[in-house]
């Protein structure tokens, strides 16, 4: 919900921002997925975990964001450059994103790094996609916590000197 909240307002061109479901993959051959564009897919496609001290772990978690544009205008080195321009316009938004993550945290993860950007060609149906790959570390105490039980004293009467 960080992550949603953060691009929302950082990025307010993105229109429609979700965790990656496989929406691009649930509909027909030819046909597009229900999604407000430009969108953007965020995923923890996976994590390795090595050990600390007294059962906790540190993650190294890798988080992908796949932005789908669906893209209208022409950019081949023929067209104007009016039109080529408009066909570009989703590599400001890709810039945009990448302004709002790189080196953003909160106290509980360290600093988003950027650490590959594909392409994915989605000619067929007519859809842009870019997927930025960042990664990040967390501590997960979780073990630790369960062992550990709060517990509340109380005392009635009083102390003599």
């Keep these: 919900m960080d992550l949603q909240e953060r691009i929302s307002q950082e990025v307010p061109e993105i229109t429609y921002i979700d965790q990656d479901l496989g929406q691009l993959g649930q509909t ?5 997925p229900p999604l ?3 969108a ?23 988080i992908t964001f796949q932005l789908i544009f669906d893209t209208y205008s022409q950019t081949w080195h ?16 890709e810039q ?20 590959n950007v594909k392409s994915q060609n989605n000619n067929d149906i007519g859809l ?21 039980k709060e517990v509340v004293f109380s005392f ?3 102390i003599k000197d």
């Excluded at 023929?78 to 938004?93: F, R, S, T």
């Excluded at 945009?96 to 650490?115: E, G, N, V």
């Excluded at 996609?129 to 916590?145: A, F, G, K, M």
């Design 28 to 32: 027909g051959e030819h046909e597009r």
């Design 78 to 93: 023929k067209a104007p450059k009016q039109v080529i321009m408009k066909g570009l316009e989703y590599l400001e938004v």
């Design 40 to 62: 953007c897919l965020i995923d923890f496609p996976n994590s390795d975990y090595s050990n600390l001290s007294g059962g906790a772990q540190l993650g190294a978690v890798p």
């Design 156 to 158: 009635k009467g009083e």
């Design 96 to 115: 945009k994103l990448h302004k709002c993550l790189q080196k953003w945290h909160l106290d509980y993860f360290s600093p988003l790094i950027r650490t």
């Design 128 to 148: 842009r996609v870019r997927q930025l790959t960042y990664s990040t570390e967390y501590e997960d105490y979780t073990p630790i916590d369960e062992e550990y």
């Design 36 to 38: 407000s564009y430009p």
